[in-house]
């Protein structure tokens, strides 16, 4: 069994509360949870505005396969056109 997990930094466009923050975060999360079957949730920079740190994980057999699936995940965060990622730092155990 393998675990992986990507921290996403995000900076969240035209939001000028909190919140706005968390309609957008919410939006994104449960997209994420329905398309990837993977836990998801804010895990920093709760009280920022425009910024937050999203955690994503997934448990496999299959290293390629978590891989795939978190590589996807950003790629959807970033064609959501409400944020822009700002740094990932992912990790498979």
Same mark, same amino acid.
């Given at each position: 069994m #393998?675990?992986?997990?990507?921290e996403?930094?995000?900076?969240i466009?035209g939001?000028?509360?909190? *919140?706005? *923050? %968390?309609?957008?975060? /919410?939006?994104?999360? =449960? %997209?994420? %949870?329905? /398309?990837?079957?993977? #836990?998801?949730? $804010?895990?920093?920079?709760?009280?920022?505005? &425009?910024? #937050?740190?999203?955690?994503?994980?997934?448990?496999?057999?299959? %290293?390629?396969?978590?891989?795939q699936?978190?590589?996807?995940?950003?790629? &959807?965060? =970033?064609? #959501?056109? $409400?944020?822009?990622?700002?740094?990932?730092?992912? $990790?498979?155990?």
């Open positions: #393998s675990v992986g997990y990507s996403v930094s995000l900076h466009h939001v000028d509360s909190l *919140k706005g *923050k %968390r309609r957008v975060l /919410k939006s994104i999360i =449960e %997209r994420l %949870r329905g /398309k990837f079957n993977i #836990s998801v949730a $804010e895990v920093d920079q709760h009280d920022l505005w &425009q910024a #937050s740190v999203i955690g994503l994980a997934i448990v496999s057999n299959d %290293r390629t396969h978590i891989r699936v978190l590589d996807a995940a950003v790629r &959807q965060i =970033e064609g #959501s056109g $409400e944020v822009d990622v700002v740094a990932v730092d992912t $990790e498979i155990m």
